[in-house]
């Protein structure tokens, strides 16, 4: 076991992880957002889509443990390499330069992770933690986007999903050792139509239902 | 006819590794478009030399782009602004009369400060020790071209071999990560059959012995393949992943 504990610890095992996790994410976030889309539908058909998922019962719980496992690997390993990053220029740089390598999704990966985990915080306790026995999931939502700041902080997170995931999955790619001359292209491009389709899928929601369009 | 121009060097002063550094900064004078950036310390380390002071110590060696031995951070660019060219080979035609030009180190906890500009990057030789080699028990030379190797093949390990271990990648990286100058080295073997044999061996501990030596964890930010003075790409760091992983999941080496 000590083979599989010490190729994990590496740089290149913590990237792996990071990849494997962050992929993972990804795919959640695209069946969130499919799921989310019955959102247009109006209130029957996101209740039906809500209700119909609590109905797979115990395999959501299993889903739920897999998401929070995935979560904790990908914060923790996250933070674990932005401090050795860190560490590893103890004096810094008078000048500093870019050559043009760097996109703000990866200078800002760290700082738009944490924002994320708070978000994914305080999304949870809005819709997730919230006694559901009274009212109904689009009644809950219905409320929290009548409110003007939570429709923007809905947003403003969506934004920053959009930029984590612009630098994240090609960067996935590029970790795995999937760079191949022919398809990294494709999987550059793909990023950022991936992180427009979450910026515009999730976060054109809070807006038709505060707007009620 | 010759241009001269005048610029303002402000230089990272250091006696020693312990030592606080600091910048200082000098007038460089009737400098000749002409000169290389080194050939223009040379100037002001004369001047300073006559005035009875300390000269600036930089390091360099062949003066042609081949050896690896020059580089220092000016304005922020590791061996200066001008793609594809080590420090040695950047002119000063490439700066205007009146610039103000900060020149560091490479910095990084892996490299020591030795003096001013000069830093001990014997941590990469290091990385070439841990095996960046391949054994070769000696017999009668074998025939050349005996194992056919495919042009593109031959090629890309020669796009990765022509590293010159500079350190300007560790110096670029966000991180002070050396995955390039691993990756090259890894690469450059692994896609040669005379590679082959210890290809699983030699990912492990090159990694292994990287992550040791306190450079950090490479995240994609590409300011390496930008700032290599022989345009080494990244694939290269996507082959050493490749290598790393299988030899370590698929492989018997531990
Ligand atoms: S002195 Fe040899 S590469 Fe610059």
Redesign the pocket.
């Known amino acids: 076991m000590n083979w599989f504990i010490n190729s994990l610890g590496s740089s290149i095992g913590k990237k792996l992880m990071m990849a494997i996790t962050g992929l993972s994410f990804c795919g959640f976030l695209m069946a969130h957002l499919a799921g989310n889309l019955t959102l247009y539908g109006g209130r029957d058909a996101f209740n039906a889509y809500a209700e119909h998922l609590h109905s797979l019962g115990i395999l959501l719980n299993f889903a739920e443990i897999g998401l929070l496992s995935l979560a904790l690997i990908h914060i923790l390993t996250g933070l674990y390499l932005f401090w050795q990053n860190f560490r590893s220029r103890p004096v810094r740089y008078a000048v500093n330069k870019s050559a043009g390598g760097r996109t703000i999704g990866s200078v800002t990966m760290p700082y738009t992770g944490v924002f994320l985990i708070c978000f994914v915080v305080f999304h949870l306790l809005n819709f997730h933690f919230v006694d559901k026995t009274q009212t109904t999931i689009y009644d809950i939502v219905d409320t929290a986007f009548s409110n003007l700041p939570y429709t923007l902080i809905y947003i403003l997170a969506m934004v920053i999903v959009a930029i984590h995931v612009s630098h994240g999955l090609w960067s996935a790619f590029q970790t795995i050792g999937a760079n191949h001359l022919k398809y990294m292209p494709f999987v550059q491009v793909a990023s950022i139509v991936l992180a427009l389709v979450f910026a515009i899928g999730f976060g054109f929601l809070p807006i038709y239902i505060a707007f009620n369009l | 006819m010759t241009q001269t121009i005048n610029v303002t060097l402000k230089i990272w002063r250091q006696n020693g590794p312990k030592e606080k550094g600091r910048f200082e900064t000098f007038n460089a004078e009737n400098i000749s478009t002409d000169m290389s950036f080194l050939e223009m310390l040379d100037v002001v380390n004369e001047q300073l030399t006559r005035n009875g002071k300390i000269p600036i110590a930089f390091d360099?060696?062949?003066?042609?782009?081949?050896?690896?031995?020059?580089g220092a951070v000016i304005n922020g660019r590791p061996h200066g602004p001008e793609k594809a060219t080590?420090?040695?080979?950047l002119h000063m035609r490439k700066f205007k009369n009146g610039d103000t030009i900060a020149i560091e180190p490479f910095r990084a906890m892996a490299f020591r400060v030795i003096r001013d500009l000069v830093i001990d990057r014997s941590p990469l030789d290091e990385i070439i020790q841990a095996g960046g080699y391949i054994s070769a028990n000696t017999g009668g030379a074998p025939d050349a071209n005996a194992i056919p190797i495919p042009q593109q093949t031959a090629e890309t390990a020669m796009d990765a071999a022509a590293c010159?271990g500079?350190g300007a990648c560790v110096a670029s990286c966000p991180n002070a990560s050396a995955m390039l100058f691993t990756g090259a080295k890894i690469s450059q073997l692994a896609l040669l059959p005379q590679g082959r044999p210890e290809a699983a061996e030699r990912a492990i501990s090159m990694v292994r012995r990287m992550d040791r030596l306190g450079f950090g964890n490479c995240s994609n930010e590409r300011e390496c393949e930008a700032e290599c003075p022989k345009e080494i790409s990244i694939t290269h760091i996507a082959r050493m992943n490749r290598e790393f992983l299988k030899a370590s999941f698929f492989s018997s080496v531990k």
């Open positions: 360099h060696d062949c003066r042609e782009g081949i050896c690896g031995t020059c080590t420090l040695c080979q010159i500079c």
